[in-house]
């Protein structure tokens, strides 16, 4: 395994049990109003249902991504220009990511993802659709600076972090993981990024509350993944899935709320909650011109263009390295 700063092993005890995972939970739960790190609904199931998610109809940021990275593809291959080494922040799409190789014929590809299995196998379906394209997947916690492989140091890069998962950080974990992105990709890098935009409230709440429940089962996944790997006895039932909009902060957020007063335990640990209380399980921030202008700046970015869908519902933004200056 090669040596990487930004590394982070999965630590398990005798038993297998995901440390960082119970202790996430064990606090999350304990605290006044509950909450579990959004991270942690990607387990197997989890990945499947966010997949169809994507699919449904209500949910339209895929959509409306994929379509301006394809009806773009001209104007942005041609800011962007020839021969970087595309870094992805995480594991790639199967759609998004060849619309980008193949409008900007980079010199090499980097998916960085913190969970191995996945990104080999994404880098291998990668690797067998570019032929000729070197492909060096890096097995990394990118909320870290990550040392890149030799092989692309000295190659002007491309950060690539589509799907607006900038969202679903608090503004303070966004401008360091935007800065960490800087570290990573060094002076004169690029950063293709999208970010999704406020928008009517009742389209909002539909995208993450589907007629089909998908998202409803997406969210109860989180509970159902904590009785299997934490020992808990959690009753699934007893809580509903609600996406609530939270104007101060432009989020929608997704809260798993007790039906009734329970009682139940995790890990050993017990815990109780009144009717009408709730788990929150995830922020998903939307923006505008100005707050995205604002979040891209405070992390070290300067904005050079920015797209939108025919409906504008969704924005791409393309970034460039901000120099390292002292004065305002
Ligand atoms: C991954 N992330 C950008 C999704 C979002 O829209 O915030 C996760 C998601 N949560 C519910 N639906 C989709």
Same mark, same amino acid.
């Given at each position: 395994m090669p040596s990487n700063p930004g590394l982070r092993l999965v630590e398990r005890d005798a038993s297998g049990v995901d440390l960082a995972f119970r202790s996430d939970v064990l606090l999350g739960l304990s605290q006044i109003q509950k909450a579990v790190p959004a991270?942690? @609904?990607?387990?197997d199931a989890g990945s499947r249902l966010f997949e169809d998610i994507t699919q449904l109809p209500e949910y339209y940021l895929t959509r409306a991504e994929t379509e301006i990275l394809s009806s773009r593809s001209a104007e942005i291959a041609d800011l962007i220009g020839r021969g970087r080494a595309v870094v992805e @922040?995480?594991?790639?799409s199967s759609v998004k990511t060849p619309l980008l190789l193949s409008a900007i014929a980079p010199s090499a590809y980097v998916p960085l993802d913190i969970a191995g299995d996945f990104l080999r196998a994404s880098s291998a379906a990668l690797a067998a659709k570019f032929p000729g394209l070197p492909v060096h997947p890096v097995e990394a916690d990118f909320m870290r600076r990550v040392e890149l492989p030799g092989d692309v140091a000295d190659l002007p890069k491309l950060g690539f972090f589509p799907g607006s998962t900038i969202g679903n950080m608090i503004a303070g974990t966004a401008t360091d993981l935007l800065r960490s992105m800087r570290a990573t990709l060094g002076e004169g890098a690029l950063l293709l990024i999208g970010m999704d935009q406020v928008k009517d409230e009742g389209v909002l709440l539909a995208a993450y509350d589907d007629a089909e429940g998908v998202t409803a089962q997406f969210n109860l996944n989180l509970l159902a993944r904590i009785n299997r790997e934490l020992e808990g006895d959690i009753p699934l039932a007893a809580f509903a899935h609600e996406a609530r909009w939270n104007d101060a902060f432009a989020r929608i957020e997704m809260h798993l709320v007790a039906r009734e007063d329970i009682a139940f335990s995790v890990g050993g640990a017990r815990f109780a909650m009144h009717a009408g209380e709730s788990i929150h399980t995830e922020n998903s921030h939307k923006f505008t011109k100005r707050s995205a202008q604002l979040l891209l700046a405070a992390g070290g970015w300067e904005p050079r263009a920015r797209w939108t869908d025919e409906a504008r519902q969704f924005a791409v933004y393309l970034a460039e390295a901000a120099p390292v200056r002292s004065a305002p």
């Open positions: 991270r942690w @609904f990607y387990d @922040f995480g594991s790639g």
